[in-house]
């Protein structure tokens, strides 16, 4: 299956949001959006009025990454939004005694592609569980709450093992997304571990040329 580059919206310029999405629209394949409550990760970024200006504009599938306790709150709400892709933490469906299996399906029932992301201290085992009823898995690169961060290099090796995980259990169907620290220097390694979504918010929107960042990080 071919990459695709999914730019994360946080690093957008969001005086001139329109014309980032544009970039989206024009040199990429997914919006990544990043809901952020300052409880699960120690930050706010932005909710429905942001991710619903964008919906009427996007030409491409959106993709929405949920680092909020209780995410299910919101599930019918941001497929409602238009979302094609939602994902939440394993550490919030723990935190709370859920079924990460159970949410996925919930997800899935609301027509959308169910994602279960975890942070870089969880170990990959922990998915095992959970994968048949996953569309993808988010691994996170840096740790949650921020963009801008090094990307960990361990995440390659954490990518891999998934990769052969799932061939294992025969879910070659199952993508992995990588969000953390992604740009030109790491994409060819990430997608030879078994990543098929990359995640970039600096490396593109902080790029000199983001249309140029856009063509190199998708042809690695
Ligand atoms: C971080 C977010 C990322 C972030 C990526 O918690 O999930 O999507 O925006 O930004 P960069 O690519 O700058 O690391
Ligand atoms: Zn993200």
Redesign the pocket.
Known sequence: MAVKL?P????ADFLNLGADVELVNKHADIF?L?V?DGIL?P?L?FGFPVVDAIAKKARRPMDV?L?IVKPWNYFERFAKSGAAMISFHLEAAKRDGKDASELLDSLKKLGVQAGL?INPDIPVEELYPHLEHADFI?I??????????K?MPESLERIAKLRAELDRQSLGNVRIEV?????TANAPALVKAGAEIL????????AEDPVRACETIKCN
């Open positions: 999914a994360s919206i946080l690093a990544h990043d952020m990760v930050n970024s990454h680092m992301a988010l996170m690169s840096v740790f949650a709450g921020f963009g801008g961060q990307f969000d953390g620290g992604v740009g995640v970039a918010g600096s490396s593109v929107f902080g």
